[in-house]
């Protein structure tokens, strides 16, 4: 699935501009071994609103922090892959008669542009499976379709133009996820392909709750809230008690940041387990009205998915995005749960030197081509 395709990929550059906490890759995938090599990687932290839940607004600050980034980590590669999300994105899943793929594809376009949408769509399918239809008996093929409006893949289009860069794909996160995870091995021991999991995507401003079924995203939420409030609290009680506030380790090591120095307490700094928390009143209630938030999504879409997909219980929970640096994270969301929970440390088909894998699932997923 690529909603724009230009050319083969190879070596080149990747981009998750989902949130203003770009992330920027560089890397190969070979389709023979369904390896995933990532020679560099870096965060680039942006201001607020540049990219807010997928949507451009401050494409000359981008730009520049891109150039600055591209510098620091000596890529000079002009092959790109682009990979978002946003509320923008429209998903379905189908079924319909088995029948040429040209037939299909008008199908499958008239039943997303049956919701009723008066923007210019472009649509992009996979067929996933068969079933059989039980009142007539007759096989049909299990469709799923992603939409994205026209405008924001121009958008997007104008942007790397501005970067002096050729695309080769725009892809979107969920569809990542689903190449990444199809038959894999997360943290050494956990088979995608034997299992049902959960994946939880942690980001500043959203969280994002996958249902991973045998290796399929059977379900896919992303849903608006995110950690934000933990760091800015953090912030807070650190300049109160007049603490400087150095760079983050990551920003360190690559020397990015937005500034000469980065203002925010760096996230594996803070430590949200329930019993250090209770002695800053200021961060335990910020922590405690995100978890509460994070837990109810999480036990509302683990019982829907459970019912509906009439999957198996799920197993294990592993979290990713920025919000996975959070110190003992996986350890307060465990006992909150009541459930297994590990931060994404490593899957077998991602090499790639010091990489901080939880960063760049989405980048990883997105150096996949199934042309």
């Given at each position: 699935m690529d909603f724009s395709s230009f050319g083969k990929g190879g070596n080149e550059l990747v981009l998750d501009c989902s949130s203003s906490d770009l992330k920027v890759a560089m890397g190969s995938y070979n389709p023979k071994t369904?390896?995933?090599?990532?020679?560099?990687?870096?965060?680039?932290?942006?201001?607020?609103?540049?990219?807010?839940?997928?949507?451009?607004?401050?494409s000359f600050g981008i730009v520049m922090a891109l150039k600055h980034a591209f510098a620091k980590l000596d890529i000079r590669a002009k092959?790109?892959?682009?990979?978002?999300?946003?509320?923008?994105?429209?998903?379905?899943?189908?079924?319909?008669?088995?029948?040429?793929?040209?037939?299909?594809?008008?199908?499958?376009r008239y039943?997303?542009?049956?919701?009723?949408?008066?923007?210019?769509?472009?649509?992009?399918?996979?067929?996933?499976?068969?079933?059989?239809?039980?009142?007539?008996?007759?096989?049909?093929?299990?469709?799923?379709?992603?939409?994205?409006?026209?405008?924001?893949i121009a958008d997007f289009r104008e942007l790397l133009k501005q970067l002096d860069l050729a695309p080769d794909a725009m892809d979107v996160n969920p569809n990542a996820i689903r190449k990444l995870f199809a038959?894999?091995?997360?943290?050494?021991?956990?088979?995608?392909?034997?299992?049902?999991?959960m994946l939880l995507e942690l980001s500043t401003k959203t969280t994002t709750v996958t249902i991973l079924d045998k290796?399929?995203?059977?379900?896919?939420?992303?849903?608006?809230?995110?950690?934000?409030?933990?760091?800015?609290?953090?912030?807070?009680?650190?300049?109160?008690?007049?603490?400087?506030?150095?760079?983050?380790?990551?920003?360190?090591?690559?020397?990015?940041?937005?500034?000469?120095?980065?203002?925010?307490v760096p996230i594996e700094d803070i430590d949200v387990w329930n019993e250090t928390v209770a002695e800053q009143p200021a961060l335990q209630?910020?922590?405690?009205?995100?978890?509460?938030?994070?837990?109810?999504?999480?036990?509302r879409t683990a019982q829907f998915s459970i019912s509906k997909f009439r999957i198996d219980a799920i197993s294990t929970c592993f979290i990713y995005g920025s919000g996975a640096s959070y110190k003992k994270i996986d350890k307060e969301l465990s006992r909150q749960l009541g459930t297994q929970v590990e931060v994404l440390r490593s899957l077998s088909n991602v090499d790639g030197r010091n990489l901080e894998l939880p960063q760049f699932v989405n980048c990883c997923g997105a150096l996949i081509r199934e042309d």
């Open positions: 369904g390896k995933i090599v990532i020679d560099k990687a870096g965060v680039v932290p942006l201001e607020g609103d540049s990219i807010s839940d997928g949507a451009i607004s401050d092959n790109v892959i682009l990979t978002t999300e946003g509320a923008f994105l429209h998903s379905r899943d189908l079924e319909l008669p088995v029948v040429k793929e040209d037939q299909l594809k008008d199908m499958v039943e997303v542009m049956g919701q009723g949408s008066n923007r210019d769509l472009s649509i992009d399918y996979i067929v996933y499976g068969t079933t059989t239809d039980e009142e007539t008996n007759a096989d049909k093929l299990k469709v799923r379709a992603t939409a994205v409006p026209v405008e924001v038959n894999t091995i997360i943290n050494g021991n956990h088979s995608t392909a034997q299992s049902t999991l290796g399929f995203p059977v379900l896919s939420r992303r849903l608006q809230f995110g950690h934000q409030n933990i760091r800015q609290v953090a912030d807070s009680v650190r300049k109160l008690q007049g603490g400087e506030v150095g760079q983050s380790s990551l920003a360190r090591r690559l020397n990015i940041s937005k500034a000469d120095s980065d203002s925010s209630s910020a922590v405690n009205a995100y978890f509460k938030s994070l837990v109810d999504a999480v036990s």
